[in-house]
């Protein structure tokens, strides 16, 4: 079992910025990648940015290259996501997750195994 925590999110204007944090516990050996997914009500989980644990590689959805930062700790088990120039449409509940197996897609939500509360992140135009 590995068990995460969500921090950081917030109520921001538009073309400001935030930074979230989300902290895994647990069996966190076996995680291959953690990723960053975000929903709002009445739409499919979606992909914002995922990075691997061991050696760092990072992956964005088109719609946050450039303005969001995945980034990560190894040694306090911790995944960040910088995230600049926000617009109204990232508001959303973001979650993190992490990702066990190679074999599943880093890209969308059945490739992950555990999952964080959620974290609402609000933009104001």
């Known amino acids: 079992q590995v068990q995460l925590v969500e921090a950081g999110g917030g109520l921001v204007q538009a073309g400001g910025s935030l930074r979230l944090s989300c902290a895994a516990s647990?069996?966190?050996?076996?995680?291959?990648?953690m990723g960053w997914f975000r929903q709002v009500p009445g739409a499919e989980r979606e992909f914002v940015a995922a990075?691997?644990?061991?050696?760092?590689?990072?992956y964005y959805a088109d719609s946050v290259k450039g303005r969001f930062t995945i980034s990560r700790d190894n040694a306090k088990n911790t995944v960040y996501l910088q995230m600049n120039s926000l617009k109204p449409e990232d508001t959303a509940v973001y979650y993190c997750?992490?990702?066990?197996?190679?074999?599943?897609?880093?890209?969308?939500?059945?490739?992950?195994?555990?999952w964080g509360q959620g974290t609402q992140v609000t933009v104001s135009s």
């Open positions: 990075i691997s644990w061991s050696g760092g590689t990072t």
């Open positions: 647990g069996r966190t050996f076996g995680v291959y990648i």
């Open positions: 997750a992490t990702k066990t197996s190679i074999r599943t897609s880093k890209y969308t939500p059945p490739g992950y195994d555990y």
